[in-house]
Nanobody, 125 residues
Framework: QVQLVESGGGLVQAGGSLRLSCAAS????????MGWFRQAPRKEREFVSV????????VYADSVKGRFTVSRDNAKNTVYLQMNSLKPEDTAVYYCVARRYFVYSAHSPNDYNYWGHGTQVTVAS
């Protein structure tokens, strides 16, 4: 059983940056694809990004491409989401997710077996 704990959320002005972290435990970290979803008020959870187990492949939602960067440190069992040029529409609870094998097209919440509790990101205009 994999446990995921996010940190790094907070309040930031539009145009600013935040870095989210997700610490994983309970599994062989490098064998898991790690990703991020987000959920804004009154909206469905949406895919943000995913990274393969060795970090060699990344996928981004069109809405964050060029602004967000996902990375991982397998020695620290941690995945990161660097968020730059933040916009008010990025305001959401951000969830760290994991699945056993990387699949390029895994963009649905149902594709991921493990979820963190989420961290709030609020971007003020």
């Amino acid at each position: 059983q994999v446990q995921l704990v996010e940190s790094g959320g907070g309040l930031v002005q539009a145009g600013g940056s935040l870095r989210l972290s997700c610490a994983a435990s309970g599994g062989t970290f490098s064998s898991y694809a790690m990703g991020w979803f987000r959920q804004a008020p009154r909206k469905e959870r949406e895919f943000v990004s995913v990274i393969s187990g060795n970090g060699g492949t990344t996928v981004y939602a069109d809405s964050v491409k060029g602004r967000f960067t996902v990375s991982r440190d397998n020695a620290k069992n941690t995945v990161y989401l660097q968020m730059n040029s933040l916009k008010p529409e990025d305001t959401a609870v951000y969830y760290c997710v994991a699945r056993r094998y990387f699949v390029y097209s895994a963009h649905s919440p149902n594709d991921y077996n493990y979820w963190g509790h989420g961290t709030q990101v609020t971007v003020a205009s």
